[in-house]
Each structure stands twice: as structure tokens, then as C-alpha cells.
């Protein structure tokens, strides 16, 4: 029996780890198997112990643009320079459930 190439996304990693992201992108380039490189990120890190005012305060700032343009720069371009597809599967603010009350 034939085996069946079938195209797969990845990997997937998160808290911004661009160096497992970018050389899983190198490696696979040109592979046939990889129809997408995804990642995610929290650009708040962990939520947990962040009191409400400091959440709230973090996510208006405009540090949390620079960190996902950052990422963009280290991640996604070199992504898209190798001919891979690149989405954030993810970009929430904290991860561990958020920062407790830390809305609006």
C-alpha cells in the first residue's frame, strides 16, 4: 500500500520560543509536508499573582505591541522568508487562566 503524504502545521510552540519555531521552519522547508508553521504566545507570561490593576495596565501598554512586533520580526519574517505559511494559533494575553479580574 502507497503512503500518502498528508501536509501537517507546526509546531506550534508558545511563550515566543523562536528558536525551535524558526529552525523547525528551516529544517522543513521544502519538505512538501508542512502546510504551516504556527506558534503562540502570551505576551503577558504567567497571569497567576498579577494583581487586576497591573493586567489591565500591561495590556493597554503599548510594551505589548512592541513585544508582538518583536515577535513578528524574529519569527514570522524568517517563517515567511523560507515559503512557509506562518499563523499565530494563539495570542492571548497570560496564560495559567489570565490575570484574576483584570477587565473592564
Known amino acids: 500500500m502507497p503512503c500518502r503524504k498528508q ?3 507546526g509546531p506550534d510552540a508558545g ?8 529552525h523547525f521552519a528551516e529544517a522543513e522547508k521544502g519538505s512538501g509536508i508542512i502546510s ?3 506558534e503562540h504566545f502570551y505576551v503577558g507570561g504567567k497571569g497567576k499573582g ?4 497591573q493586567g489591565i495596565d500591561d495590556m493597554l501598554s503599548p510594551k505589548w505591541i512592541e513585544a ?3 515577535l513578528y520580526k524574529k519569527v514570522t519574517a524568517p517563517v515567511l522568508a523560507d515559503g512557509l505559511p506562518f499563523e499565530f494559533t ?3 494575553d497570560h496564560y495559567s487562566g489570565g490575570v484574576q479580574d483584570a477587565k473592564r
Do not use: L
Open 50 to 53: 498579577v494583581e487586576p490593576s
Open 68 to 70: 508582538d512586533a518583536d
Open 36 to 38: 504551516a508553521i504556527t
Open 15 to 22: 511563550s515566543a520560543n523562536v528558536f525551535w519555531t524558526t
Open 7 to 9: 501536509n501537517s502545521a
Open 90 to 92: 494563539e495570542a492571548n
